[in-house]
């Protein structure tokens, strides 16, 4: 049986996305019903493009420099002479035509940030949340509660779940640090707190697993 029901139904006039909501064996145990429109209603490519940009650049350093003409070290006299030598006329040795001379219009630092506006940013998250939706990506789960620390029973949950070949996005209620730390050794799932989503990490996992907890805050929590 597969895990995500790709299947919408038309409910008073509107069509409405339904999950599988499934246990830690990976057991269907019902279903959520989604409107799109608690998310938007559709999705923006270029809004989506735009925010995803914003995110990475506002990461850059922007801390890469080079040194010009005027930095690098030696002499500012030509080489020699212009006319007589039978030689094309040169400069000094600073120019950037000779090996160790300054580089032409190289990078400087400089600050990349900036800001799109902040309701630009949050529909771009309900849209990446939909996006998932749509595709068959996302999944619910009724609890992601764990007594003890330990990276095996992540390991055995995705492999439940066959999430365990692609990489994963866990959205809960807060922060659950039995679940973070057992799953802060895997390098394909990423933990998060659901109020903390943005487009940029939505987009960058593969597969969306959500506890039933955190899709009723991310339903509740829409503008």
């Not at 830690?24 to 923006?44: C, D, L, R, T, Y």
């Not at 949050?122 to 789960?141: C, F, G």
């Not at 955190?214 to 339903?219: N, V």
Request: aromatic residues 4%; glycine residues 8%; charged residues 25%.
């Amino acid at each position: 049986m597969p895990l995500v029901v790709g299947q919408t139904e038309e409910m008073s006039g509107a069509k409405m996305l339904k999950i599988d909501v499934v246990n830690q064996k990976g057991e269907a145990i019902g279903s959520v019903e989604i409107n799109p429109a608690e998310f938007g209603g559709e999705v923006k490519p270029q809004l989506l493009h735009d925010v995803v940009i914003m995110y990475l650049a506002n990461q850059r350093a922007g801390t890469h420099s080079t040194l010009r003409r005027g930095e690098v070290s030696g002499s500012t006299k030509k080489l020699f002479r212009q006319k007589g030598t039978g030689n094309a006329r040169v400069g000094n040795k600073r120019t950037n035509k000779r090996r160790g001379g300054g580089t032409a219009k190289g990078p400087k630092p400089r600050d990349y940030e900036y800001h799109l506006p902040k309701k630009a940013v949050q529909a771009a998250t309900r849209m990446a949340i939909l996006s998932k939706i749509q595709d068959h990506e996302a999944l619910v789960i009724d609890d992601l509660g764990f007594p003890n620390v330990k990276t095996r029973q992540i390991r055995e949950l995705l492999k439940n779940l066959k999430l365990d070949k692609t990489t994963c996005l866990m959205g809960t209620v807060g922060i659950n640090r039995n679940l973070y730390l057992s799953a802060r050794n895997l390098p394909n799932v990423e933990v998060m707190p659901a109020n903390q989503f943005n487009a940029y990490t939505l987009l960058k996992q593969k597969r969306l697993l959500l506890t039933r907890a955190a899709l009723d805050e991310l339903r509740k929590s829409r503008s």
